[in-house]
């Protein structure tokens, strides 16, 4: 479990980076999942990352913190579910109107929050060179 929460993690940091780099092409990428195949498929996504979050927060560094991230991706995929398509087409108009810096900074705390994932399941390792 602990490696599919690394993988995700390193997964959302690609795709801020990539948003980073043209906010256009992440938000073309978000508005292929507007069909209802593609709301159920994120939403199942959603809740199969809760999953795997709860199960690896034993044998991370943060568990509350992997649990409450469990908590958030279950509650965002029956929302997904609830909301259906209309509402994510919406959501994306809204965001395709946004000056790109605001995609940027979005795309920057994603790639943070990606970074997170990633540390906190890594061993706790002290690199050879630092002293102590």
């Known amino acids: 479990m602990v490696g599919g929460v690394a993988f995700f993690g390193v997964v959302i940091m690609?795709?801020?980076?990539?948003t980073l780099a043209s906010p256009r092409a992440g938000i073309g990428f978000l508005s292929r999942w507007c069909a209802w195949t593609g709301?159920?498929?994120?939403?199942?996504?959603?809740?199969?990352?809760?999953?795997?979050?709860?199960?690896?927060a034993d044998a991370s560094r943060a568990p509350v913190a992997l649990r409450v991230i469990a908590v958030v991706s279950l509650i965002v995929g029956l929302a997904l579910l609830f909301g259906g398509a209309a509402q994510l087409r919406a959501w994306i108009a809204w965001w395709a109107v946004r000056p790109d810096r605001l995609a940027r900074e979005w795309a920057m705390v994603a790639v943070l929050?990606?970074?997170?994932?990633?540390?906190?399941?890594?061993?706790?390792?002290?690199?050879?060179?630092f002293p102590g």
Do not use: D, E, Q
């Not at 690609?14 to 990539?18: D, R, V």
């Not at 929050?113 to 060179?129: D, E, I, Q, R, T």
């Open 14 to 18: 690609a795709l801020g980076a990539w």
């Open 113 to 129: 929050c990606g970074g997170l994932l990633v540390w906190v399941v890594f061993p706790n390792v002290k690199a050879s060179w």
């Open 39 to 56: 709301v159920w498929g994120g939403a199942l996504l959603r809740v199969l990352l809760a999953m795997v979050f709860w199960l690896a």
